[in-house]
C-alpha cells in the first residue's frame, strides 16, 4: 500500500510545467496590446457571428421581397398586354373586313 500512496502523493504534488513557445519569453511582460486585444477577442467572436448571420438574413429577406415586386410589376404588365390584345380582337371583329377585288392590286412588287 505504501507505493501506492507514494504514487499518488507524488502526481498530486507535482506542478505541471507551462509550455512556452521558442519565439516568446516569459520573462518579459505582454504588452498593453496584446493584452486588450487576448482580452477582448474571445468576446468579439459571438457578436462578429451574430452580426454576420442578421446581415445575411436581412439580405435574403430584401432579395425575397424584391423578386416579389418584380414579379407583381411583371404580372400588371402582362394584365394590361391581354386586356389591349383582347381590345384590338374586339375593334377587329366590329369592323367590316375589306377584301380588294380589282385584278391588279397596287401593292404588287413585280412590274410584269
Known amino acids: 500500500m505504501v507505493p501506492l500512496i507514494r504514487l499518488v502523493r507524488t ?36 457578436v462578429a457571428l451574430l ?19 418584380f414579379l407583381d410589376e411583371a404580372r400588371d404588365q402582362v394584365r394590361q398586354l391581354e386586356e389591349e390584345v383582347d381590345r384590338l380582337q374586339a375593334e377587329r371583329a366590329i369592323k367590316p373586313s375589306v377584301v380588294s377585288s380589282s385584278d391588279n392590286p397596287a401593292s404588287k412588287w413585280w412590274p410584269w
Open 51 to 69: 452580426g454576420s448571420a442578421v446581415y445575411l438574413g436581412l439580405q435574403l429577406l430584401q432579395s425575397q421581397l424584391d423578386h416579389e415586386k
Open 11 to 46: 502526481r498530486s504534488l507535482r506542478v505541471p510545467q507551462q509550455r512556452t513557445r521558442g519565439y516568446s519569453s516569459t520573462a518579459e511582460p505582454r504588452s498593453a496590446h496584446s493584452e486588450w486585444y487576448a482580452s477582448m477577442l474571445p468576446g468579439m467572436i459571438p
